[in-house]
């Protein structure tokens, strides 16, 4: 072997080892938006706070994969599509670890959520909006791997419908707050999950234009679809 094959496959186990990271704490972020549903809709506080501890997990993984992407920089001098590859997994990166903060305000509100005036109904619809979120995530890891650009390109689409779910639910909540003031206060707290679960969707779709990016050279020129104006954003600040 000479030098020069030798330094391509250092450089390959480099990426493989990156990679292999940035599922790894997929996997966690993954888990964490299905447990932080769970725990909402079954009043799991237990749970809830899982969750919560869990998020230190994928916050050390994303800090492992700076590292290990400095170093291969460093060491390697990438160039071209080399550089584009690891400057893409360290945004997927970061994406995740947002995800992962999301996911732990999600079960820290479940945890208030218990203690208060229960409403009817929204649960089980802010659980299919995580499960759909949850499974654009999967699906996105999925195309990373692959090299999958259809693929990811199908998950910026399925944006649209997590932004009517969401929608759907800001105008439920509204009509339960005007019904009966003592709704208010727990409707806002579930109008904050909608809206978290809402913006995890939106950094997986920035995760799927990043694979597209990497593997075309270009970001996606086509606008992705919105639903109708996504409303209430201000409420959910935290």
Avoid: W
């Amino acid at each position: 072997m000479n030098k020069d094959t030798h330094i391509a496959s250092a450089y390959d186990r480099d990426l493989e080892t990156i990679q292999t990271l940035v599922m790894r704490m997929g996997g966690l972020v993954e888990q964490a938006i299905v447990d932080g549903a769970t725990s909402l809709l079954t009043s799991d506080v237990e749970l809830a706070e899982k969750v919560r501890a869990g998020d230190a997990a994928i916050d050390a993984l994303e800090q492992t994969i700076n590292d290990e992407a400095t170093r291969t920089i460093a060491l390697r001098a990438p160039v071209s599509k080399d550089l584009r590859v690891i400057l893409a997994t360290l945004r997927l990166a970061a994406s995740l670890e947002r995800i992962g903060d999301y996911a732990k305000n999600i079960a820290k509100r479940t945890k208030i959520l218990v203690e208060m005036r229960t409403i009817s109904g929204p649960d089980a619809a802010l659980r299919r909006m995580a499960r759909e979120v949850q499974v654009m995530l999967r699906d996105t890891l999925d195309a990373f791997v692959q090299a999958d650009v259809a693929k990811a390109e199908e998950v910026r689409q399925r944006d649209f419908d997590v932004d009517q779910m969401y929608n759907a639910l800001f105008r439920e909540f509204l009509t339960f707050m005007m019904e009966d003031p003592r709704n208010i206060t727990p409707c806002m707290h579930l109008h904050f999950i909608a809206k978290n679960t809402e913006r995890m969707g939106d950094l997986v779709t920035n995760m799927a234009e990043q694979i597209i990016y990497l593997n075309t050279g270009t970001m996606p020129e086509e606008a992705r679809l919105k639903g109708d104006n996504v409303v209430g954003g201000s409420l959910a600040e935290d």
